[in-house]
């Protein structure tokens, strides 16, 4: 069960990321994809991800800077696709660019987390990304929700 | 039109009147002369009547004396009586063809034919046996003969006076009727005349007065016109001297394209004679590529449209261009005339060529460091954080093998990446202040120094700084800009006081010399050297080391940029160990900003 579909093309970060959310126990419920054209084709099931099983993802974190389809252009895709409008998520980047703060929002999406250069301070981002997505909040109908036996 | 047909028509009225009013007037001229002329010859008349009935007593006067004198001469034999009564005869006579003369009456005529031989027989016994006296006492016969003979005269005088009484009653009550007449028609007709030369007159005098009125309205009308017309030359003049004097070009045209007059500047720009311009199509002047444009602006002019900016080319007489800019008001109904100002843009137009190609590079340069500084953000930071990342994560991994000093190898690496982080988001932001929208508005300086410092204030936790804010005025310009100029010169005060127990921090205003009002922040604290203070607001430049005072040397970059942006001005004085003053001055409010 892959409740958090992790969006992120640089292979260290998915690695830090990762690594923090092994602390967590939340490590192996991670889908992880390299582009936002293959983010896409997860949640809509199309490519090699067509004949995946499971509902929605609780969670999509979503990186901005991707090769073929960044992430603000999934966001964009993912608002306008009646089946996927309501899914959670939530943008992590470098930047703090205002001019992508702005669109972000503009677009919809639920959370937007810099990321620090500090490592501690990053990989607590990321629990507390996770930890508040995938267990504590409640996702729409069709989604992946809590586990039970949490 | 109105005006004057109603003139026309009161003049009509007006001459009807005083020609009624003449004539009835003449007429009863006529009518009392004729009336008096009747009047005068009745009252002839009755004169004459009068005269009748006098002579009329005059022979019975006559008759009655000489009887008289008979009858004394009888009684007395008095000679002298019988003498007076034959000279009486004769004036009887005498008053009898009076008589005669004066009766012209048919009907008295012969009345008096037959007076006449009665009165002969009278006097004929009168003067019968006269020569002697007759005792009448013994001849009574002849007294009653004389007696009856009287009394006949007397009779038929008595008729005659009777119808010529009753002639001159008539007469009188005709002079008299006469006299009513006259007075009837003269006040009648001469009353009349009167009211309709009143009438007319009162019409006169109305029209005279709206007349004056008119005429009134008139001089006024023509004064304003002589003043206008006084206006118009003056302005002529004026007009021509403009014309003539005019930098820009200016020309009279008509639409069978030519020019009619040209300004001297047209000589002046383009080195043609005013002889040579007016004797050619103003069309051959202008630049091939530009004519068909040409055309269709002149067409414009025809339809009545004016033309405002058009530009073309005109041909100089050394072949060369100049680019004009013409501004040609819309003709005036049915006028074919053109007065066309144009302005030499040439010059102009290479400016702005050069600007536009400055703008297009500046515009160019500012998307690449749009771009640069977006990859900045995203790029550059990444892989600090990987490293930074990595090294944690091998100190966790291989922690228990390191000796110390390879773990003090990894924390400065860590502590590398972080400060290498720092500047990365100091810069970035400092690339930003450049880049930000400005949204002017009036602020408060005196109450976001106060906000800034109390919030500073908590991370300055545990020391004591005389913090003195005095009057600040309000300026104008971006709230977020000016707030983090209170917030870099106020920790930088508060930074560089750290090290000093009295520490103290002053927030003011002056006015100086040639700088208005000059905002002022000053610390007791660490001090610079004068000598390089034009160090202080670079980028990264610092006078102290990192271990002295952490930072990494952007803040004040900042500061002046942000100043600056707003078109003002900072500097600093500083003496080492002594503390350090920072100015800057910022449009306050209600200044325009240039």
């Known amino acids: 069960m892959e409740r958090i579909l992790l969006a992120e093309d640089n292979p260290q970060d998915v690695e830090l990321t990762l690594t ?37 993802p609780a969670v999509v974190l979503l990186d901005l800077k991707m090769p073929k389809v960044d992430g603000l252009e999934v966001l964009r895709q993912v608002r306008g696709n009646p089946a996927l409008k309501s899914l959670p998520i939530v943008i992590m980047t ?57 | 039109m109105y005006i004057s047909s109603s003139k026309h028509g009161a003049d009509i009225i007006r001459l009807s009147l005083f020609g009624a009013g003449l004539a009835l007037l003449a007429l009863t001229e006529v009518l009392s002369y004729l009336r008096i002329a009747a009047q005068r010859s009745d009252a002839e008349w009755v004169t004459h009547t009068h005269e009748v009935v006098e002579g009329i007593g005059a022979v019975r006067a006559k008759i009655l004396s000489a009887q008289y004198l008979r009858r004394t001469y009888s009684l007395t034999g008095d000679p002298h009586h019988r003498e007076a009564m034959k000279a009486t005869v004769p004036e009887l006579h005498a008053a009898v063809a009076e008589l005669a003369r004066l009766t012209l009456n048919p009907r008295q005529q012969e009345r008096l034919r037959i007076l006449v031989p009665i009165l002969d027989r009278r006097i004929e016994h009168l003067v019968r046996n006269a020569e002697a006296p007759i005792d009448l006492a013994r001849e009574p016969r002849i007294i009653h003969e004389a007696d009856a003979l009287t009394e006949d005269v007397s ?96 020309a009279v045209a008509d639409f069978d394209g030519y020019f009619k007059k040209v300004n001297p500047s047209w000589e002046r720009v383009l080195g043609w004679s005013q002889a040579e311009l007016l004797s050619h199509p103003w069309l051959d002047f202008v630049h091939p590529d530009d004519r068909a444009n040409t055309i269709r602006e002149a067409e414009k002019l025809a339809q009545g449209a004016p033309v405002l900016h058009f530009e073309n080319r005109y041909r100089c007489k050394d072949g060369s261009y100049r680019w004009f800019s013409w501004s040609v008001p819309a003709p005036a109904p049915g006028s074919t005339v053109l007065y066309a100002l144009a302005r030499d843009v040439t ?48 100190e966790k991994h291989a922690g228990g093998a390191l000796d110390e000093k390879a773990k003090r190898y990894l924390l400065t690496i860590s502590d590398a990446t972080k400060k290498m982080g720092r500047l990365i988001d100091d810069l970035l932001s400092f690339s930003r202040t450049g880049r930000s929208e400005m949204r002017p508005v009036r602020v408060s300086m005196a109450r976001l120094a106060e906000e800034v410092w109390v919030e500073l204030g908590r991370e300055a936790e545990g020391r004591r700084i005389a913090w003195d804010l005095k009057p600040l005025p309000d300026a104008t310009g971006d709230f977020m800009l000016l707030r983090q100029v209170w917030v870099n010169l106020l920790s930088n005060a508060i930074k560089y006081t750290k090290n000093r127990e009295d520490a103290r921090v002053e927030v003011g205003s002056l006015s100086m010399n040639g700088q208005g009002k ?21 980028v990264f430049q610092r006078l102290h080391g990192v271990q002295e005072f952490e930072g990494t040397g952007i803040g004040l970059a900042n500061v002046k940029r942000i100043v600056t942006r707003h078109g003002g001005k900072i500097w600093a004085e500083g003496k080492v160990g002594e503390g350090a003053a920072f100015y800057f001055t910022i449009p306050l409010a209600g200044e325009e900003r240039r």
Not at chain 1, 31 to 48: F, I, M, P, Q, T
Not at chain 1, 95 to 110: C, K
Not at chain 2, 352 to 371: F, G, I, M, V, Y
Not at chain 2, 384 to 394: I, S, T, W, Y
């Open chain 1, 20 to 56: 923090a959310l092994e602390d967590i126990h939340l490590a192996n419920e991670v889908v992880v994809v390299n582009d936002g054209a293959e983010a896409l084709d997860y949640l809509l099931r199309r490519g090699k991800h067509s004949l995946r099983g499971g509902g929605d």
């Open chain 2, 518 to 538: 000059v905002f002022y922040v000053r610390d007791n604290g660490a001090g610079f050297d004068m000598q390089y203070s034009d160090k202080l607001f670079g």
């Open chain 2, 347 to 394: 010059e102009l137009r290479a400016h702005q060529e050069k600007l536009r190609a400055l703008n297009a590079k500046l515009e160019e340069a500012n998307q690449e460091l749009e771009s640069f500084s977006y990859s900045v953000s995203h790029d550059l930071r990444a892989p600090l954080r990987h490293a930074n990342g990595f090294v944690e994560l091998l």
């Open chain 2, 155 to 250: 009779r038929a005088l008595d008729e005659f006076e009777s119808e010529e009484r009753k002639i001159l009653a008539d007469r009188e009550a005709a002079a008299k009727a006469s006299a009513r007449a006259t007075v009837a028609v003269s006040t009648v007709g001469g009353g009349m005349g009167l009211v309709v030369l009143l009438m007319g007159l009162g019409l006169f005098i109305r029209e005279n007065r709206v007349r004056r009125r008119a005429e009134a309205a008139v001089r006024g009308v023509n004064s304003e016109l002589e003043a206008a017309n006084r206006e118009i030359a003056s302005t002529a003049v004026k007009l021509h001297a403009f014309f003539e004097s005019s930098l820009d070009l200016a």
């Open chain 1, 94 to 150: 470098s930047s703090r660019e205002e001019s992508d703060l702005v669109e972000s929002y503009r677009l919809g999406v639920n959370a937007y987390v810099v990321k620090p250069v500090d490592f501690a301070k990053f990989a607590d981002s990321v629990k507390q990304v996770g930890l508040f997505w995938a267990l504590v909040n409640e996702p729409p109908p069709g989604s992946l929700g809590r586990p039970a036996r949490a």
